[in-house]
């Protein structure tokens, strides 16, 4: 195990990686501002475009991965990630409200954006770590993606470091900063005139010189308080909880069969069925319930 990989917890080893649905609104955005069709790329992936408002439902971070990667197709931009993270309104997404409302430094900032995105996402951890004159930001995912998550990364990039030039206006010196992300392709040619190199599937690193971190932040522009008053849940802690939330959405759908669902979840068929069976319960069990509650909460209201 690398020094810098998180250590499985006991949730991370029974909850499959999730992810809030409402962090997809600003591709959804793009995708809608390029008169793509929007709701066919969702479809395709199970998602209505109404549950994209409920800021308490969570996905399969593996979902999140494929729909990134066919909304690049669909709007024949291979650099959409880019695009999107650097057009981020910082002050409307979830991870970052708090730290664009009230961080004072770099430091400030980055500390707290990664208390703030595990409230947001099961599937990664973020750290900040000080090497005497260097520092490095690392968002490491938990689990291996089924995918390269090329538009994920390159969209996480382009928003660090939008952050990172905010911090050191004037002093942005690029020759220092080092990025390391899965595709560099997926970035255009000499971005930023920063360094990059390749890495692997499982997040990105970006090296800066440590002083950076007592730059001040200009928050201009991101102070909104519109997310602040939002009370939003957080990742679900157990299994059962995850595959409810993964259903509820789908439960008119034709194609909840065990195949389907554990797709939906990232996992392996016979790891769902297992989970199922140690938690007492069936697939068939879980979806009874669920559309028992359902027909209950539509005839109450």
Not at 124 to 152: C, M, W, Y
Not at 240 to 255: C, N, Q, V, Y
Request: glycine residues 6%; neutral net charge.
């Amino acid at each position: 195990m690398l020094i810098d990989e998180p250590i499985p917890t006991a949730s991370s080893k029974t909850t499959p990686p999730l992810v809030r649905l409402q962090l997809l609104l600003p591709f959804i955005n793009e995708l809608d501002r390029l008169r793509v069709n929007t709701d066919a790329v969702l479809l395709a992936h199970g998602i209505a475009r109404e549950s994209v408002q409920d800021s308490n439902l969570f996905i399969s971070v593996n979902i999140i991965h494929r729909f990134l990667e066919d909304a690049a197709a669909a709007a024949d931009d291979r650099f959409i990630g880019v695009h999107v993270g650097e057009r981020l309104d910082f002050s409307t997404w979830s991870p970052l409200v708090d730290a664009a409302a009230r961080a004072s430094t770099l430091a400030d900032f980055l500390t707290r954006f990664i208390l703030a995105a595990s409230k947001d996402a099961s599937s990664a951890k973020h750290s900040l770590d000080i090497k005497g004159t260097h520092t490095f930001f690392r968002e490491r995912r938990v689990s291996e993606p089924d995918i390269t998550p090329s538009q994920n990364d390159a969209f996480t990039a382009a928003y660090i470091l939008a952050i990172l030039q905010n911090a050191v206006g004037e002093h942005w010196d690029p020759k220092m900063v080092l990025l390391q992300i899965c595709t560099p392709r997926v970035l255009p040619t000499g971005y930023h005139g920063i360094q990059v190199v390749g890495g692997d599937n499982r997040g990105i690193s970006v090296r800066f010189p440590t002083v950076w971190l007592t730059h001040g932040i200009n928050r201009s522009g991101f102070m909104s308080p519109a997310m602040d008053s939002i009370k939003r849940s957080l990742p679900p802690g157990s299994f059962l909880e995850a595959l409810w939330l993964t259903l509820i959405t789908r439960l008119g759908s034709d194609e909840l069969t065990v195949d389907h669902v554990a797709r939906l979840l990232g996992l392996s068929k016979q790891t769902l069925q297992r989970r199922l069976k140690a938690s007492g319960t069936s697939l068939t069990q879980e979806l009874v319930k669920l559309k028992q509650q359902h027909a209950i909460e539509a005839l109450l209201h």
